[in-house]
């Protein structure tokens, strides 16, 4: 598989640390450029940009990981090999990792994509699936965003590759936001985590997330008072029998509902 690693110009410590990591393994790699938001103009931001599924406005750095990872599905479009491995270069790895980057026997005969990495949410995968080597691929029926770490099918690369040029939506979205109606697998346990999951966001260190910089003070929300306050009471205890009715609903389907593991 051809493997390609996104690293900004200004984080050569990044590369330096992932590329040692790689060649301890003896894997190698392909250096994607990463496209900096910094760098972009407004206008040049708004040009790329439609409107996100979540409703959030884009920041800078977003929309350069969006392009980055358009152009890692670009070049895994035109590989001679039939799937690829992206990673970001954040990432901390299993002491296996490498019988899984240097094997493809345990891929399943058709797929899109294969999660290597987990964020630790609640997702909803199938209970069997097959094994190798101690872990399960098994699919995933569910939304488990973030895309550190994926290996995903020429195929698949080829469809994403033709969207068009302005953006609809972060890349994790566009992978696996739709996870139960395409053929998306994952790893289990994870064989892979970024920094910021297994760590927490540590701003200034090298290996600080800049797309949480820009996020959290998006994700702060103004207290709420009065009717507002009421009305989220209320629905409360609804949304939380519908959430435990669906849970129950996919164990009768047979299938889980638990965060992915990482294990080391």
């Not at 290597?116 to 199938?126: K, N």
């Not at 020429?154 to 395409?182: H, V, Y």
């Not at 959290?216 to 989220?232: A, D, F």
Request: proline letters at 5%; aromatic letters at 8%.
């Amino acid at each position: 598989m051809s493997i390609y690693v996104i690293n900004l110009d200004r984080s050569p410590e990044r590369l330096e640390r992932i590329s040692s990591i790689l060649s301890d393994m003896c894997v190698g790699f392909e250096r994607v450029e990463a496209v900096d938001g910094n760098k972009l103009e407004a206008e040049e931001i708004d040009r790329l940009s439609g409107p996100k599924s979540d409703g959030m406005p884009w920041t800078p750095q977003e929309v350069g990981v969006a392009l980055s990872h358009k152009e890692c599905w670009r070049r895994a479009a035109t590989s001679p090999d039939s799937a690829s491995i992206i990673f970001e270069d954040d990432l901390f790895f299993s002491d296996d990792a490498a019988t899984y980057l240097k094997d493809t026997s345990w891929l399943p005969d058709e797929f899109d994509a294969v999660k290597l990495e987990t964020v630790g949410t609640r997702v909803i995968s199938a209970r069997s699936g097959s094994v190798f080597k101690g872990r399960r691929i098994v699919r995933l029926y569910s939304d488990h965003l973030g895309a550190g770490a994926y290996v995903i099918s020429r195929k698949f690369a080829q469809e994403l590759a033709r969207l068009p040029e302005k953006l609809s939506g972060q890349s994790d979205m566009i992978l696996f936001e739709n996870s139960g109606a395409r053929q998306i697998y994952q790893i289990s346990p994870a064989i892979c985590i970024q920094d910021y999951v297994l760590n927490g966001h540590n701003p200034g260190t090298t290996l600080a997330s800049t797309l949480e910089d820009e996020r959290i003070p998006l994700r702060k929300k103004p207290k709420s008072y009065g009717k507002t306050k009421l009305k989220r009471e209320l629905t409360r205890p609804f949304y939380q029998f519908l959430n435990l009715t669906k849970k129950i609903l996919q164990y009768m389907k047979g299938n889980s509902v638990k965060p992915i593991a990482f294990k080391k």
